[in-house]
């Protein structure tokens, strides 16, 4: 496989500060920290499939996002992926959720890419009990879905994407007890203009909420923050 930078993809964009959405998840998944990066799954133990989904809809231009995975890795399925606002978060069985239909695409930690119901061989499995780094390209533009390992481009996993009108959000899910997945990095490239300075505006600021102490009109006020959930 080809060694890449793993910026490479949108290198002309910027930080972007979507995290995992509180309301729209599994009662088996627990979020943590202070800005919600943390997912944990079946914190007692598991008898089911829990999922969360990412609180932005990804649509246009180049997204592109990293998910530090805990070493508990093992069990039915833990996957990465996409699906639209319809993708099921929740099953009290042990499936590989993401992709059991047409709403969904993931990947799975047995190296398993799943769509439709149907699965092919991706990549190797992960090695169990190892904590890896699994990133994400959400190429719009060409609809595609790009998957990378601890740094390594694995290449494209899915096309057509782009035919989902209302767009995609990230979504992990896991059939194991006590794991955990952590946002890490995570870019986009820049929608326009406007949206370019908006991102230098974030740029320099400290916290979020010196935003509103900004010599600036309400609504350019409510534009920059609208892009930080």
């Given at each position: 496989m080809v060694q890449r930078d793993v910026q490479e993809p949108v290198r002309e964009g910027c930080d972007d500060y979507w995290t995992w959405n509180k309301k729209d998840k599994s009662h088996e998944v627990r979020i943590y920290g202070n800005r919600g990066e943390t997912a944990h799954f079946h914190p007692n133990w598991s008898n089911g499939t829990a999922a969360v989904r990412g609180t932005r809809c990804l649509k246009n231009?180049?997204?592109?996002?990293?998910?530090?995975?805990?070493?508990?890795?093992?069990?039915t399925s833990m996957?990465?992926?996409?699906?639209t606002k319809k993708a099921r978060l929740h099953v009290d069985a042990f499936v590989n959720l993401l992709g059991e239909d047409g709403e969904s695409w993931g990947l799975s930690h047995k190296g398993l890419i799943w769509n439709n119901a149907k699965c092919k061989q991706y990549c190797n499995p992960f090695r169990e009990n190892e904590s890896t780094v699994i990133g994400m390209l959400l190429d719009w533009n060409n609809g595609t879905l790009s998957y990378y390992k601890d740094g390594e481009d694995m290449g494209v996993a899915f096309v057509g994407l782009n035919r989902c009108q209302d767009g995609l959000y990230p979504i992990v899910c896991s059939t194991a007890a006590k794991t955990e997945m952590t946002l890490g990095k995570r870019r986009r490239s820049f929608f326009n203009l406007q949206d370019r300075c908006r991102a230098i505006i974030i740029s320099k600021l400290r916290q979020a909420n010196e935003i509103d102490s900004l010599p600036l009109p309400n609504r350019i006020r409510t534009y920059v923050k609208e892009i930080l959930h």
């Open positions: 231009g180049r997204h592109y996002w990293e998910i530090k995975v805990s070493q508990r890795i093992f069990g996957m990465f992926g996409v699906g």
